[in-house]
């Protein structure tokens, strides 16, 4: 049994952002602990998208950069963005309280930490 949870901690940055993206939409935040879960929040958001837009936000599950590294992350991203093309796709990597694993992040090319 799948268990997807919505977090509901935003950032004013992130919040900003998305409103630039697609600013009468209120994203959808779902956590995600591997690409299953990626696969099934867009399929997800593409069923609830036939009666309203929907923009999705994949979170790491918290501190995820210090355990499985930025690269596996954005490597998920991308798959899921390249497979649902039509779904405004967001991913935020936590990296908790480390400032290298942001670093490291931002060197793999994650846009949002």
């Not at 919040?15 to 099934?40: D, E, M, Q, Y």
């Not at 590294?69 to 991913?91: D, Q, Y």
Request: a positive charge; aromatic letters at 6%; hydrophobic letters at 45%.
């Amino acid at each position: 049994m799948l268990v997807i949870t919505l977090f509901s901690w935003h950032t004013s940055y992130m919040s900003n952002r998305t409103n630039l993206k697609t600013p009468t939409i209120k994203p959808k935040r779902i956590v995600i602990h591997g690409i299953n879960h990626a696969r099934l929040a867009c399929q997800a958001a593409i069923n609830i998208q036939s009666t309203t837009n929907v923009v999705v936000e994949l979170w790491s599950a918290p501190s995820a950069s210090s355990s499985l590294g930025p690269a596996w992350f954005l490597n998920i991203i991308n798959v899921v963005e390249r497979e649902f093309s039509e779904l405004a796709i967001t991913g935020v990597l936590d990296c908790g309280d480390a400032r290298g694993d942001a670093l490291a992040a931002l060197r793999q090319g994650a846009r949002d930490i």
